[in-house]
């Protein structure tokens, strides 16, 4: 199995991988390749496809982690040179979602309507944990939400003439099962990571090993950060491969409890592991 970071705001050092605010990974297994995500531009998405050597067309499942712009902002170009493929996602997906900036609120949302994308996809659309291929699961939606989450005050979703805070309902995981175990790999997070990793124990009774990508710990105050590290260490803890959202000051508060078990994860970084 074999997990590579396509898009992310960082890159790795010395390579031709580009960045950009946005997250897409690479998995695969013997079973075939899937993209989880899309980064935010078709731009850099392709290019870094060919820097990794993966053409649209090996590509055989998507997913998208939720339908904000920086995920779903690659799909139309992505989709014009691999039309056709399972695309898999929660039902909320397709909803409108804005992003307040200097008091005007714009469109962040999923940059094709739910008609364009049932005819550029196979849509498998399920609240529910979804089988992408063989030991790469969905973790449908974390409707569970007792710790705090990765919220924005930015971010809404609009109710008829009113505004509401965006509830990110449509916020999931993946599941990769390694020989070493179960991974989780992140989008943004929104739903909270300890909220996500709950539920994939109660869900799909699974204890991730690791935790790969955006955890949107930017906003999160030192209670949130000391939280998450108390329950993280009495979680074994998992290792951190961490990116996008999660911001730096909960990167360094991570690192310092947890050390070596912490790392960066940005575009062209590379994990690879026996398959289960
Ligand atoms: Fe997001
Ligand atoms: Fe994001």
Same mark, same amino acid.
């Given at each position: 199995?074999?997990?590579?970071?396509?898009?992310?705001?960082?890159?790795?050092?010395?390579?031709?991988?580009?960045?950009?605010?946005?997250?897409?990974?690479?998995?695969?297994?013997?079973?075939?390749?899937?993209?989880?995500?899309?980064?935010?531009?078709?731009?850099?998405?392709?290019?870094?496809?060919?820097?990794?050597?993966?053409?649209?067309?090996?590509?055989?499942?998507?997913?998208?982690?939720?339908?904000?712009?920086?995920?779903?902002?690659?799909?139309?170009?992505?989709?014009?040179?691999?039309?056709?493929?399972?695309?898999?996602?929660?039902?909320?997906?397709?909803?409108?979602?804005?992003?307040?900036?200097?008091?005007?609120?714009?469109?962040?949302?999923?940059?094709?309507?739910?008609?364009?994308?049932?005819?550029?996809?196979?849509?498998?659309?399920?609240?529910?944990?979804?089988?992408?291929?063989?030991?790469?699961?969905?973790?449908?939606?974390?409707?569970?939400?007792?710790?705090?989450?990765?919220?924005?005050?930015?971010?809404?979703? @609009?109710? #008829?003439?009113? %505004? !509401?805070?965006?509830?990110?309902?449509?916020?999931? +995981?993946?599941? $990769?099962?390694? /020989?070493?175990?179960?991974?989780?790999?992140?989008?943004?997070?929104?739903?909270?990571?300890?909220?996500?990793?709950?539920?994939?124990?109660?869900?799909?009774?699974?204890?991730?090993?690791?935790?790969?990508?955006?955890?949107?710990?930017?906003?999160?105050?030192?209670?949130?950060?000391?939280?998450?590290?108390?329950?993280?260490? @009495?979680? #074994?803890?998992? %290792? !951190?491969?961490?990116?996008?959202?999660?911001?730096? +000051?909960?990167? $360094?508060?991570? /690192?310092?409890?947890?050390?070596?078990?912490?790392?960066?994860?940005?575009?062209?970084?590379?994990?690879?592991?026996?398959?289960?």
């Amino acid at each position: 199995m074999k997990l590579t970071c396509l898009v992310d705001n960082g890159v790795r050092p010395h390579t031709r991988f580009q960045g950009e605010h946005g997250l897409a990974f690479l998995i695969e297994s013997e079973a075939g390749k899937i993209l989880f995500d899309t980064g935010a531009s078709g731009t850099v998405l392709l290019h870094n496809m060919d820097v990794a050597r993966v053409t649209p067309s090996e590509i055989d499942g998507l997913a998208l982690s939720h339908g904000h712009r920086d995920h779903t902002g690659g799909l139309p170009a992505f989709l014009e040179r691999r039309p056709g493929l399972p695309l898999y996602a929660h039902p909320d997906i397709t909803r409108e979602r804005f992003s307040e900036r200097k008091g005007e609120r714009q469109a962040v949302g999923i940059p094709l309507s739910p008609q364009e994308l049932g005819r550029l996809t196979d849509l498998h659309l399920s609240a529910e944990p979804q089988e992408i291929m063989p030991g790469v699961w969905t973790t449908g939606e974390i409707r569970e939400r007792p710790e705090p989450e990765g919220r924005s005050s930015r971010h809404f979703v @609009r109710e #008829g003439e009113d %505004w !509401l805070p965006d509830p990110y309902r449509d916020d999931m +995981a993946l599941v $990769v099962e390694t /020989a070493r175990g179960p991974l989780l790999v992140c989008g943004c997070c929104h739903a909270g990571l300890l909220n996500t990793l709950a539920h994939v124990q109660k869900v799909l009774k699974r204890e991730p090993v690791a935790v790969i990508g955006g955890t949107h710990l930017i906003a999160a105050d030192q209670a949130h950060l000391q939280r998450l590290t108390e329950v993280l260490q @009495r979680l #074994g803890p998992p %290792w !951190l491969y961490l990116n996008h959202c999660t911001g730096e +000051a909960a990167y $360094v508060s991570l /690192a310092l409890v947890l050390g070596e078990r912490v790392a960066p994860f940005p575009a062209g970084a590379v994990l690879e592991l026996e398959s289960a």
